[in-house]
């Protein structure tokens, strides 16, 4: 039998790690695809009819190879800076990154301007034809979104100055965040290793870990005010001179997404909430305190003596990927014999983990750090699901494989689902049975709970950042405010320092970096109960809807492969009571 190792194998890439010849010559190959780009767009001239549209599709092809080529760039240097945060080499690919990034972008939105200025009768025609019949949807995208913005040269001042302005702050925040080390009991830590301790069973260092990474975070909250004021300041000045007024406008066309369908969303949440709050009770008396603090709230109920290797945590992801999809259980096998996946913990790695995927390779890589408990575990599997929508995707059109997060994560969610359950059915007693359904309630709590939070302290925050920076202290004090509406006040102690430890508030890709998480996790609810409805035919059906994720907004995705209706709140709350009916068999169980 196979025995998969923690350590992924990034040679496949590139050999040689940050030092790579291979990847040098990679990048200056790039190099001078952007160049050849920037002048072929230059002297690109609208078509005036359906017949003069060689160069069109000539600047077409140009960009999708582009745009595979920075991608594969980026997954790479991302796995160089997150299997060591010591990597200073990769942090300087990662400044030239941006830089080729900023170029492609400048010379995108000059692209972009001038398919504005095509006739609507013969652009209508045009996109009816190949090549671009095919990727009718997204041309259609880009020529609507330049109308949003503002003329060319003013549009590449800001993505120029955004390289060593908007990004800088990130990545400034990104080295911050890994060069910080908190001591507990004289052992020193990263924060990732640090927060790994907050899952322990003991109350005790659960506790003590909250409070040396409070005192950590403390330490440098000034740094990150200024990071975090900075980043949002630059949006707001870009919306303001691009006349958009609603701070939900980015992140809202970033995940092609109504805000009717947001607003039903987290309504339906708000209404169920109440359900949750005898489990939050229920969760006290069994840790033996009056009630919930944050570092409590995702606390183990008991020991779980399903704690698995990485090799048996593999096996059992395969086995019970193949009952729902032979051909996802077959893509995670070759992900693990083809070492993609970096699990090992160890010093010096960054916190968290993600999936990244390298189109021009059609290769995937994982990162995260394994620890055995079945948490982990469904991680693991959550990770695989957004590689395997990737690989379902590697046939089409690069620009249809532009998906957007709130239906990334619909994949994630749908694997760590199945994985969870079938944990729960294997439950040996009633112990590990009420121990790994909390788990699965847990995650409710996160995305309604956790990730309410965040958006109504970002929501909160970027009103207040309109009128001026926003100190530290009412940082501390809107994170509070908007934990204690999110958590319904079941908790006894809040984290004020949370907007500083989330990464996901300092990245630069689009804010509001977290209703997509809790989007995923309802939609893939209602795509989970149609697998179990509809037996083996679902796989292909499931394929079709991950590989029609880049090309459809969220609402037609929904009506087109679940037949519902995204804006009403119906479907929510079909979702949400499937999330209680894993809340009242835990509540039943304890109440015995």
């Not at 990737?390 to 957007?404: C, E, K, S, T």
Request: aromatic share 12%; proline share 3%; with cysteine.
């Amino acid at each position: 039998m196979e025995t998969y190792t923690l350590k992924w194998d990034l040679d496949t890439i590139f050999e040689g790690g940050s030092r790579s010849e291979q990847l040098k010559t990679y990048i200056h190959t790039t190099e001078g695809h952007v160049a050849q780009l920037e002048k072929q767009v230059q002297s690109f001239l609208p078509p005036k009819n359906t017949n003069q549209k060689e160069e069109m599709a000539e600047i077409v092809d140009l960009t999708q190879l582009i745009i595979k080529e920075l991608t594969e760039i980026g997954a790479f240097v991302s796995c160089l800076t997150a299997q060591d945060v010591e990597d200073k080499k990769a942090n300087l690919w990662q400044a030239k990154r941006s830089e080729l990034g900023a170029r492609f972008d400048n010379v995108m939105t000059e692209f972009d301007q001038k398919l504005v200025q095509i006739d609507n009768d013969v652009w209508k025609s045009l996109i009816q034809q190949p090549p671009f019949s095919e990727m009718t949807f997204i041309l259609e995208e880009r020529r609507h979104l330049a109308k949003d913005k503002l003329e060319l040269r003013q549009e590449s001042l800001m993505n120029d100055l955004a390289v060593d302005g908007y990004h800088a702050w990130g990545h400034m925040y990104d080295l911050m965040v890994g060069k910080m080390k908190v001591t507990i009991d004289g052992e020193t830590l990263s924060v990732g290793q640090a927060s790994n301790r907050l899952d322990s069973h003991k109350r005790s260092e659960r506790k003590a870990a909250f409070d040396h990474l409070q005192e950590a975070w403390k330490g440098q909250l000034d740094l990150f005010s200024e990071t975090l004021n900075h980043l949002s300041g630059f949006r707001l000045q870009t919306y303001k001179h691009r006349g958009w007024e609603n701070v939900l406008k980015e992140p809202l066309d970033y995940n092609r997404m109504s805000e009717k369908t947001l607003n039903a969303m987290w309504d339906s949440i708000t209404e169920y909430k109440q359900h949750y709050v005898p489990f939050m009770e229920k969760k006290a008396e069994m840790l033996g305190i009056d009630k919930l603090s944050f570092y409590d709230v995702e606390a183990p109920v008991g020991e779980a003596t399903q704690t698995m290797s990485f090799q048996e945590g593999a096996d059992f992801i395969i086995e019970h990927f193949r009952k729902f999809s032979p051909k996802m259980a077959a893509f995670a096998e070759m992900a693990f014999e083809k070492r993609w996946i970096e699990a090992e913990d160890r010093p010096g790695k960054q916190p968290g983990g993600f999936c990244t995927s390298f189109p021009d390779s059609q290769e995937t890589r994982i990162f995260m750090t394994f620890s055995g408990s079945p948490s982990s575990v469904a991680t693991l599997a959550h990770e695989l699901g957004h590689a395997y929508h990737q690989h379902v995707m590697n046939d089409l059109p690069i620009l249809n494989q532009g998906y957007a997060m709130n239906v990334a994560e619909t994949a994630s969610t749908f694997a760590e689902m199945i994985v969870a359950d079938a944990a729960v059915k294997q439950a040996e007693d009633e112990q590990e049975k009420m121990v790994l359904l909390e788990d699965k309630v847990q995650r409710s709590v996160a995305f309604f709970m956790n990730i309410h939070a965040r958006f109504l302290f970002e929501t909160s925050f970027y009103e207040e950042r309109k009128k001026g920076v926003v100190t530290t202290e009412r940082l501390n004090e809107l994170m509070v405010e908007a934990q204690k509406e999110a958590y319904v006040g079941t908790l006894g102690e809040y984290d004020p320092t949370f907007w500083a430890s989330k990464l996901h508030f300092h990245i630069t890709d689009v804010p509001f970096y977290n209703f997509p998480y809790t989007f995923g996790y309802l939609f893939s609810m209602g795509i989970y109960a149609k697998a179990l409805e509809t037996g083996p035919e679902f796989e292909d059906q499931y394929i079709a809807l991950l590989q029609d994720t880049g090309r459809l907004t969220v609402e037609d995705l929904a009506k087109k492969h679940l037949g519902v209706d995204l804006e009403e709140p119906d479907f929510w709350k079909h979702a949400l009571d499937l999330c209680l009916a894993d809340l009242n068999e835990f509540m039943a169980l304890v109440q015995n």
